[in-house]
Each structure stands twice: as C-alpha cells, then as structure tokens.
Nanobody, 122 residues
Framework: QVQLVESGGGLVQAGGSLRLSCVTS????????VGWFRQAPGKAREFVAA???????SYADSVRGRFTISRDNTENTVYLQVNNLKSEDAAVYYC????????????????WGQGTQVTVSS
C-alpha cells in the first residue's frame, strides 16, 4: 500500500510563498496521477491542482497563476509551489494518488496523506 507524507507547510505572511512536498513510498510515483487538495475549517475538501503521470497538469481557477505543481520521479516526490498567498489559501493541504486519471473530485483518489497546515497572516 502506498504511503504519502506531506511537508512544507507553515505560517507565512500574505503575499509570501511556500513549497509543499508529497513524498510517496510503497509505489513508484512515475506511473500515477497525483492531486493536491485543501480543507479549511468548516469547509469541504477542495481541489487545488493535479499532475498526471504524463506530466499534464490541472489547476483550480482560484490558484491558477499562483500555484505550480511538479514532480520529481527520481525522488518519488510531487511538489506544490504556492506563491502570493492569500488569507483564503489557509487550510490543511493534502496530497492524494490512485486516481485513474486527473480528477478534481476527492473520491476519485484512493490514497491520502495526513496533510500539512498552511497558515496565512495578514
């Protein structure tokens, strides 16, 4: 069974940047589609970005142009570079894998990490 471990979250001022990492074990990442989702208190988990095994990417409208998803298959790691952070970006960020294709729906993904907290101060 694959394990996903997120890291890189923290407290950052509005306008700042972070690089979130999702390291996988138990499976070679290169053959899988990986998504990033986020969940703020009292809100549903929402799609942020995804990257296919082919390298094709997809972004939520709210983050397009500010966030960049990438992957390093040699390190079994997927990254989410988050720039120009806004207060509404504050949430727990999760990575997920196991979807048959890029999907914006959380239920399409089988495996999930424990999340990393992103807090944005104004």
């Amino acid at each position: 069974q694959v394990q996903l471990v997120e890291s890189g979250g923290g407290l950052v001022q509005a306008g700042g940047s972070l690089r979130l990492s999702c390291v996988t074990s138990g499976r070679t990442l290169s053959s899988y589609n990986v998504g990033w989702f986020r969940q703020a208190p009292g809100k549903a988990r929402e799609f942020v970005a995804a990257i296919a095994w082919s390298g094709i990417t997809s972004y939520a409208d709210s983050v397009r142009g500010r966030f960049t998803i990438s992957r390093d298959n040699t390190e079994n790691t997927v990254y989410l570079q988050v720039n120009n952070l806004k207060s509404e970006d504050a949430a727990v960020y999760y990575c997920a894998s196991g979807a048959p294709s890029i999907s914006t729906v959380p239920g399409a993904y089988r495996d999930w990490g424990q999340g990393t907290q992103v807090t944005v101060s104004s």
